[in-house]
């Protein structure tokens, strides 16, 4: 597994796990030992027991998956922070840029590919 797949797989297990937790979270306050706000989380709750799960799993899914594109456009040079400077991630050992190419396209493809999109 190259640098870029490693980080790939770990962005799309970030995803995973923040989605599940949060879904978990709303359904029960009590499982989310992360919060920082737990009032929020009870009121989530009681505005939103019934909701069905997966409805919800599906769109923190899109919106995570949304942040994450958005971030890696950044890091691509597709924002307006680009016009201040340009952003890379280097791989420690060889120093090679983990950026070239479009890391926004590529970890899309890599959620396509893991059947996670």
Partial sequence: MTLKEAFFKDLAHHLVMWRDDLVAAIKDPSTATWADSHSVLER??????????????AVLNECFR?????????????????ETGT???IDADTQQPLTAGALHEEFFQYLAEHDML
């Fill in 66 to 82: 949304g942040i994450l594109h958005s971030t890696l456009v950044t890091l691509d040079g597709g924002s307006d922070v680009s």
């Fill in 44 to 57: 989530l709750n009681l505005q939103c027991g019934g909701i069905d799960a997966e409805d919800l799993r």
């Fill in 87 to 89: 952003l890379q991630l």
